[in-house]
C-alpha cells in the first residue's frame, strides 16, 4: 500500500498539472511480451474484459517491479522483466495518444506510449486444491493490501479477498487516528490486530463459493470478503477502533453482511480495555437495558435474546452513540443483520462512564 502510494505521488509530481487532462489509464493481464533484435522490450499486451490493448516501451518509460525495493535503472528493468509471466497482472500511466501495434497474431490494436508501467498482481497457477481435487489458481494483487483473488484455470473467479491491514493504513475525516497515539500505545495496538489475524476462515469459505458455482452455474457471481480495522472515536483517555468483517451471506448471489468489533485502547499506554467496564453499570444492567434504550425494540422476546446474544466485542463507540450489530441468524426470526444504537446524550445519568465518553465530531 505504502509502495502504491509514493508511485502516485511521483506519478503527479512528475506529470504536473495537465496529466488528468492528457493521460491515459491501462490495466490488464499480460498475454504477449514484443522485444526489439537486441532483446530491449518494446511493447505488452494487455487484455481486460476480452478486449486488448498495447503499451509501447520507450527508452524513458518507468518501471515498477512487484517486489519493494529503491529500483533504479536496469536493476528495476531486470527485476520488472521477471515479472512479465502471462496472466500477471499490470497498470499503465500511458501519454494519451492512440497509436496501432500488431500483435504476434496478427492483430492490430489499439496502443498507446507508457510513461509508468507497475505490476499489480502475480498469478499463482494451481496454488491449492479443493476437496474435490479441483485446482484453483491465485491472483496476488496489490491495489488496497493483502488482496487476493481464487479462480478457476478458465478466469472464472470465486473469491475475492479485501485485507486491508491494521488500524494504521486508516484515516477518517474529523476523527483522530492511529498516528495520534503515544510510540508505546502504538506498538501495542499494531500487536494486537496483528495478532487478531483473519476473522474468519478463508479457505472454507471460497469452498462453500466453489459450491455456489457448481449449483448456480453462469448465474454465480464471484464472492467476495473484506476485513479493515479503522478508528471510529476518541477522547483524551481513550482511543476507539472497529474490526469489520464483511462476509457472504447467500454464496454466489452477491448477498453479504458485516460484523462489527469493537476494541478501546488506553491512548497513552495502549492497554486494551474491556468493553464492560466503559459502562458505570453492571454486565447484567447493560444486557437488559440496551435493547430497551435503543428505543425501537418493543418485542419483549426480542429483547430477551438480544440480552443472551450480546457480546463485549460487539460494542461500537462512535462520536454520538454505541452501536451493536447482530449478525444473520443471530436473533430468532430475524434472518438478516439486526444493529442497535444508542445515543449517550439519551442514556440514564450513570449509564457510562464519564471517562468513557468519546469527544464529539468536529465539523
Request: proline share 5%.
Amino acid at each position: 500500500m505504502k509502495r502504491i502510494l509514493a508511485l502516485a505521488l511521483t506519478l503527479l509530481l512528475a506529470l504536473g498539472p495537465s496529466a488528468c487532462q492528457d493521460d491515459k489509464s491501462v490495466s490488464g493481464s499480460l498475454v504477449e511480451v514484443q522485444t526489439d533484435e537486441n532483446g530491449d522490450l518494446t511493447a505488452l499486451v494487455l487484455e481486460r474484459d476480452g478486449k486488448r490493448t498495447g503499451v509501447l516501451l520507450a527508452e524513458k518509460t518507468g518501471v515498477w517491479p512487484w517486489e519493494e525495493g529503491s529500483w533504479t535503472g536496469e536493476e528495476a528493468m531486470e527485476a520488472f522483466r521477471k515479472d512479465l509471466q502471462p496472466g500477471n497482472e499490470l497498470s499503465a500511466w500511458c501519454y494519451s495518444r492512440r497509436e496501432k501495434l500488431e500483435t504476434a497474431e496478427g492483430e492490430r490494436i489499439p496502443a498507446y506510449w507508457g510513461q509508468n508501467i507497475r505490476i499489480a498482481g502475480i498469478l499463482k497457477r494451481n496454488a491449492l486444491t479443493l476437496r474435490d481435487g479441483t485446482a484453483v489458481d491465485v491472483m496476488e494483487e496489490d491495489y488496497h493490501g493483502d488482496d487476493r483473488t481464487y479462480r478457476l484455470s478458465d478466469g472464472t473467479e470465486l473469491l475475492r479477498v479485501r485485507d486491508n491491514g491494521g488500524p494504521e493504513n486508516h484515516y477518517v475525516m474529523n476523527l483522530e487516528s492511529f498516528d495520534d497515539l503515544s510510540e508505546a500505545a502504538k506498538e501495542r495496538v499494531r500487536d494486537y490486530y496483528e495478532a487478531q489475524g483473519p476473522l474468519y476462515d478463508e479457505l472454507e469459505e471460497l469452498e462453500k463459493s466453489y459450491a455456489a458455482y457448481l449449483q448456480l452455474g453462469e448465474a454465480f457471481s464471484c464472492d467476495w470478503i473484506q476485513q479493515d480495522a479503522v478508528p471510529t472515536a476518541s477522547n483524551d483517555k481513550i482511543m476507539y477502533f472497529v474490526s469489520s468483517l464483511r462476509l457472504p451471506q447467500e454464496h454466489g448471489e452477491r448477498v453479504s453482511y458485516e460484523q462489527q468489533f469493537g476494541g478501546a485502547f488506553d491512548r497513552e499506554t495502549g492497554e486494551k480495555l474491556s468493553n464492560w467496564d466503559l459502562f458505570a453499570v453492571s454486565e447484567e444492567e447493560v444486557r437488559r437495558r440496551l435493547p430497551e434504550l435503543c428505543g425501537w425494540v418493543d418485542e419483549p422476546e426480542l429483547r430477551r435474546a438480544m440480552s443472551e446474544a450480546l457480546e463485549g466485542d460487539m460494542f461500537v463507540f462512535f462520536p454520538e452513540h454505541v452501536s451493536v450489530d447482530f449478525p444473520p441468524g443471530t436473533l430468532p426470526g430475524e434472518e438478516n443483520s439486526y444493529l442497535i444504537s444508542l445515543n449517550y446524550e439519551d442514556a440514564p445519568e450513570g449509564f457510562f462512564q464519564p471517562w468513557a465518553v468519546p469527544e464529539a465530531r468536529s465539523e
